[in-house]
């Protein structure tokens, strides 16, 4: 029992990973319809740049932790908002097929310059908070698990308010929605394809920070990242924040189950779970497992 509730706990960590990616990709989508897959790299250059501003583990502190966090989320931010209005800005009226291939080469680009800058080398960041781990139900967790889970539920909660309760939030809806009525009432779609990037590459950059103590900072660390967020994102429905998060905790805990519990000799193929998981999805229900309303209005 023990053994499975440590599983358990891996997989909510995981999952809560993938569902903070997931997250990211929906936000961009929702506004833009860019499948973005650079997503991983805005979470993997905020778990990099925290490494640097902050020191890696076993080296000497620079700033105090939350003072890197938060300027490495406003840095990665102006970046996402820079990325849109040079390379998806200009060509917004290409086509979906277009803007997935810019996508990956402006994630080609991340990857090449943080190469050149960490030479390959794979950092640490120190634990928000330090001590054992906690024992429950027989099981273990770690304290960084329960900053990863409290800052999952933190986004999601946030989002909800924000696109619910706030002017610029129903905006953002509005581009989703219907763009031809958004302009018609004063709101300018193109605009929000920049907020959109800014937003999602904040929210990125701040999971990567939170992941950081736990997966190490390495320079090609997001491809990884976005695969299993796009599969979240896909079993959560593409246009439901909270399915998202329903997808990506199913998914880690399925993969942390599988990891924990397949002979040795198959392990090594347990990598290949999530992609059998979306090719499912998408033969069976390719609204994605979690049904959205019909009707939708801001």
Known sequence: MGEFITFLFAGLTIGAINALTGLGLLIIYNVTGVINFAQGDFVMLGAMGAVLLAGAKGYPQRLPLLIAIVLVVIAVAILGAIIERMAFHPRRHSGPLLLLIISIGVSLVIEGV?????TSKSYGLRNFTSGKPLLVLGGTVSLQSLWVYGVTAA????????????????????????????RLVGVRPSRYWTYAFA??????????????PMTTATYNMGLALTLDGFVAWVLGGLISPLGVVAGGIGLGVAQSLLDGYLPSVLVSYASVFPFIVLIAVLVARPTGLIQALPDRRV
């Open 114 to 118: 943080v190469l050149v800058i960490t």
């Open 155 to 182: 986004i999601l909660l946030a989002l909800y308010v924000f696109f619910s309760h706030t002017t610029v939030g129903k905006a953002f809806r509005a581009c989703e929605i219907n763009p031809l009525a958004a």
């Open 199 to 212: 937003l999602s590459a904040g929210l990125s950059a701040l999971a990567g920070a939170v992941i950081a």
